[in-house]
């Protein structure tokens, strides 16, 4: 099956440093890539989609320049976090998007638990 | 751009009983929506999705129907289990997603 890890699992870290969150597709390419950010008992809000070889593409109300995304290969995005703090808190999460014969379907990542102090 | 309503918030039935939770869509060009089920700090999993050429699937005790014209689809869990307690996702979309709210659905013994 399809099957997308997130590292870290969990980070602390202090106001205005900046975090480096990495999705990998493990047994799939993955020439797109989704990051998510969801806030307690609340749904899953798409920050940006992220294309392997091109810029990443941010929703509306998402600042590209504190959310870095960066798609370097067919297996790995990353979103770095940068000067971060406490309202930044929150649980990420990835996605991967398989696409078959013309059909997608999207598998995310176990997702990675940031804490602004 | 796409707007998915989702409906309830909140579900509690008894083991045994039938769950449904009803999704709307505004974007007539969606033709995929699957249905996810995240348990609290885990990654949301696809439980099911149609896409918009088919009325109605099914997979053991999860349906779920879609009705294009009246742009909602919904979700049936029947003989509902404890480990069925979870926050549902609806979603419409292409490759792209737009996810409902969530429905936290409680299965009491």
């Known amino acids: 099956g399809a099957v997308v890890s997130q590292h870290p699992s969990r980070v602390i870290c202090k106001s205005g440093t900046s975090v480096k969150i990495e999705c990998r597709s493990l047994d799939f390419q993955a020439t797109t890539m989704f990051w998510y950010r969801q806030f307690p008992k609340k749904s899953l809000m798409l920050m940006a989609t992220s294309n392997e070889g091109s810029k990443a593409t941010y929703e509306q109300g998402v600042e590209k320049d504190k959310f870095l995304i960066n798609h370097a290969s067919l297996t790995l995005s990353t979103l770095t976090v940068t000067s971060a703090h406490p309202e930044d808190s929150s649980f990420y999460i990835c996605?991967?998007?398989?696409?078959?014969?013309?059909?997608?379907?999207?598998?995310f990542g176990p997702g990675t638990r940031l804490t602004v102090t | 751009g796409e707007n998915v309503e989702q409906h309830p918030s909140t579900l509690s039935v008894q083991e045994g009983d039938s769950a449904v939770i009803k999704c709307t869509y505004s974007?007539?060009?969606?033709?995929?929506f699957p249905w996810y089920k995240q348990e609290l700090g885990k990654r949301p999993q696809l439980i099911i999705d149609?896409?918009?050429?088919?009325g109605e699937k099914k997979d053991q005790r999860i349906a779920v129907t879609l009705n294009k014209t009246a742009k909602h689809f919904s979700l049936h869990i029947t003989e509902t289990q404890p480990e069925d307690s979870a926050v549902y996702f609806c979603?419409?979309?292409?490759?792209?997603?737009?996810f409902g709210k969530g429905t936290m659905l409680l299965v009491s013994p």
């Open positions: 979603a419409a979309g292409y490759s792209t997603l737009t």
């Open positions: 149609i896409r918009s050429n088919v």
């Open positions: 996605s991967a998007l398989i696409a078959t014969s013309g059909t997608y379907e999207q598998y």
């Open positions: 974007d007539s060009a969606s033709n995929y």
